[in-house]
Structures are given as structure tokens and as C-alpha cells.
């Protein structure tokens, strides 16, 4: 799925043999995302050891599976591309101002792709709630040191409400981040991994809100 890019430059992926640059969207979102979906896991671990509830190990399961998976393929691209997977130069979603410059291009099509997944477009997605970085933390959606803490002294039921919370927040920072690559992004196959993150996440997130209901709770302002 990953074509061969020896032999170009670093400024672009749209070319034959060309790789992204440092800073582009498509090498930003691979470290971002890597990072983002890293602490997803490391909640669903946390959370499958706090309760015994079948539902809730489940959904865990099946999101540490997947996301670790999908982290193994962006982390795969950067060493295809010969970019470091750490850039202290650049602070975490940097990539995404790129829209008027480098990483603009025509997504034939996939312009209105914001409206038609119910959430938010790409073009002005700092002020997007999915988008913001609360105190504390690296990311859109991200837990906090203390709020991770507090996931791995909680016990079963208060363990799942805080985890199906901390998921929700999580994952919408994680669709606002992958639609901005679904958008900015110029390699191909990256641009198709980022809108079936978008897709999934937003189901689970539709579940995640019915399991909080059930346990008479509802997702964090």
C-alpha cells in the first residue's frame, strides 16, 4: 500500500519519487496521530484491568487493537520517508496551518467532507471543539497525567464512565486531526487511512454515548 519514494525530494508526495517535506501535513499527522493514538491504548489497558465489565473490555480491546495497528503504519511511512518521528522544532499540530500553503491541494471532492460526517471542516478548525487542547495536555483529546491517575485508581463502574468520558474527548480530538489529513494530506494511502479513522471513530463515538446512558452518565462538556 505504501509506494517506493527513492530517489526524490522532500517537498511533496504528489510527484512519482517525491517524499514529504519535514514539516508537511502528511509527516506532521504521522507523528501526531502516532503519539495520539499511543495514549489510547494506553488508557484501554488501564481500563481492561479496572473492570470486569464485558462491554466495556470489548470496546477497549477493540480500540488498543486497532489504533496500536494503525500507529505501527504511521510510524511505518516516516521510516519509509527517511523523516524523524520526533521534531522539537515543530509543536504539535503545526501541520495543520499548513491549508494555504504546501499542503493545499485539490481533494476533488472531499471538500465537504466535514458536513457530511456531522462534524466540523478542516478550514478553521482551531476554533472546532474537537480541535481545542485543554491545559494539561499534548493534544486535541488528549488526557491529562492527572486524569490518567485517576483512570488507574478507579474501580468498575466509576473505571468505565471516566474511561467511555476520556474516550469520547479522545476520539474527537482524533476525528479532528484526521479529517484535517484527509484534507491537507497529499499522500494517497494516508488520505484513506485518515478518513477511515474519521468513519470508525465517529461510530464509536455514537457507542461510547449509548454505554454512558445505560450507566447513567453522558459524555464531558
Known sequence: MIAA??????????????????SSPDAGFARD??????????????????TQDEATRSLAYDIANTQANQRGMLLGWLDLWGLPKVTPADP??????????????DMGGMGGMG????????????????????????????????ELVRLGAAQGRDAEVLYLQLMTDHHKGGVAMALGCAKLCRTPA?????????EAQQSELTLMADMLAKRGAAPRP
Open 115 to 146: 458536513d457530511a460526517q456531522g462534524t466540523a471542516g478542516t478550514d478553521g478548525m482551531a476554533g472546532h471543539s474537537g480541535a481545542t487542547t485543554k491545559p494539561g495536555a499534548l493534544m486535541p483529546g488528549m488526557a491529562t497525567k492527572e
Open 33 to 50: 496521530m502516532a503519539v495520539h493514538h499511543q495514549q489510547a491504548v494506553e488508557m484501554s489497558f488501564i481500563v481492561r484491568d479496572r
Open 190 to 198: 494516508e488520505q484513506k487511512l485518515a478518513q477511515g479513522m474519521a
Open 5 to 22: 519514494v527513492s530517489g526524490g525530494t522532500a517537498d511533496a508526495a504528489d510527484g512519482p519519487g517525491r517524499v514529504p517535506a519535514v
Open 92 to 105: 504539535p499540530m503545526s501541520w495543520m496551518n499548513a491549508g494555504d500553503g504546501a499542503g493545499a491541494h
